[in-house]
């Protein structure tokens, strides 16, 4: 099956420019997510999608950060403006549903700051 | 509130030494732990889950309620295991959040 598809992989910005990320899940995977890894740490959860219904954003900055997946397959992740601290790979990840296991990430967009 | 703790950064072993990869939890249900890895140029991938109680590339894990840990563990490194490790946690209520730990950063020197 065709894995998790993220673009671009790279990403270069200036602090209080706008970014957006782009993620198609697996064929069929309802649950889609978001995480947020910065250099030595572990992968954060910024929005869990069910289809189009947002699951969980708790960890969210919603003052910059927005996300959607309007027909239920496709997410776009945005960054509006953003900040030095944003610089980190951002992590999609599908799976078949919400309890369902496990989670299938794609390769990451990388973003630098400057 | 549901937290994964791995306490080495590091961790350096021999060719055919055992490796143990600790982890930590805490979580005030029945969680489901898990190991994920990610191999030098290739994405974060499913190693193994505790309900699984399966043995993959060698390596096991035990799922220790009274302790809280889930620590990953292997007889015999060989060369290729060196990766980044991950231990995650999935709670349940209504969004089944998956939380990882920090990563522990396993080298297997010839």
């Known amino acids: 099956e065709a894995g998790v598809a993220q673009s671009p992989r790279y990403k270069i910005i200036e602090k209080r420019q706008s970014v957006a990320f782009w993620c198609n899940p697996i064929?069929?995977?309802?649950?889609l997510y978001w995480y947020q890894q910065i250099l030595g740490q572990g992968p954060k959860l910024l929005i869990q999608?069910?289809?189009?219904?947002?699951?969980?954003d708790s960890q969210l900055p919603k003052d910059r950060f927005s996300a959607e997946r309007l027909k239920g397959v496709d997410s776009t992740l945005k960054i509006q403006p953003a900040k030095l601290e944003d610089s980190a790979v951002y992590l999609c990840?599908?799976?078949?549903?919400?309890?369902?296991?496990?989670?299938?990430f794609g390769n990451g967009t990388r973003l630098t700051v400057t | 509130a549901q937290r994964v703790t791995q306490p080495e950064k590091l961790l350096s072993v021999f060719k055919g030494a055992p490796v143990e990869l600790k982890c930590n939890y805490s979580y005030s249900g029945s969680p489901e732990l898990f190991w994920y890895v990610q191999y030098s140029r290739q994405r974060l991938q499913l190693l193994l889950r505790?309900?699984s109680r399966e043995s993959i590339k060698g390596f096991t894990a035990d799922l220790n309620k009274g302790e809280t840990s889930f620590h990953l563990k292997k007889p015999f490194a060989q060369e290729e295991d060196s990766a980044m490790y991950y231990c995650?946690?999935?709670?349940?209520?209504?969004?089944?959040?998956?939380?990882f730990g920090k990563g522990t950063l396993l080298t297997v020197n010839p």
């Open positions: 999608f069910q289809n189009n219904g947002v699951v969980d």
């Open positions: 995650a946690l999935k709670g349940g209520g209504s969004n089944y959040k998956l939380t």
């Open positions: 990840a599908s799976s078949p549903s919400l309890a369902g296991s496990p989670l299938h």
């Open positions: 505790h309900i």
């Open positions: 064929s069929g995977h309802a649950t």
